[in-house]
């Protein structure tokens, strides 16, 4: 779980575009409730998959909740995802 939250940390808030297993996503990380709720959802460019998860950061630890997906599948995703330096990733939409 610790390089999962290490990864998901050190993906930027707001929107970017990607590469996870050989395909391309446009991702959003937003941030709630000052931090201690986030989101990440994430779209395959001209394809099916989708990523959508939750995580909450509370005194006993995060708890991850995918959003009706197995657990292995947001984590092995956010492992490999590597964020697009240009042209179009990092636009603010909010988050902290």
């Excluded at 990607?18 to 959802?41: D, E, I, M, P």
């Excluded at 099916?48 to 630890?61: A, E, F, V």
Aim: glycine residues 12%.
């Amino acid at each position: 779980m610790q390089a999962f939250l290490n990864a998901f940390d050190a993906l930027p808030f707001g929107t970017v575009t990607g590469t996870a297993h050989g395909r391309r996503y446009v991702v959003v990380k937003s941030g709630f409730a000052g931090g201690a709720s986030q989101k990440l959802v994430a779209e395959e460019l001209g394809g099916r998959d989708y990523i959508s998860l939750n995580l909450y950061r509370t005194r006993n630890g995060a708890l991850l909740r995918p959003c009706e997906m197995p657990e292995e599948k947001v984590i092995a995703f956010v492992l490999d995802l590597r964020v697009d330096t240009a042209p179009y990733g990092r636009r603010s939409v909010g988050g902290s």
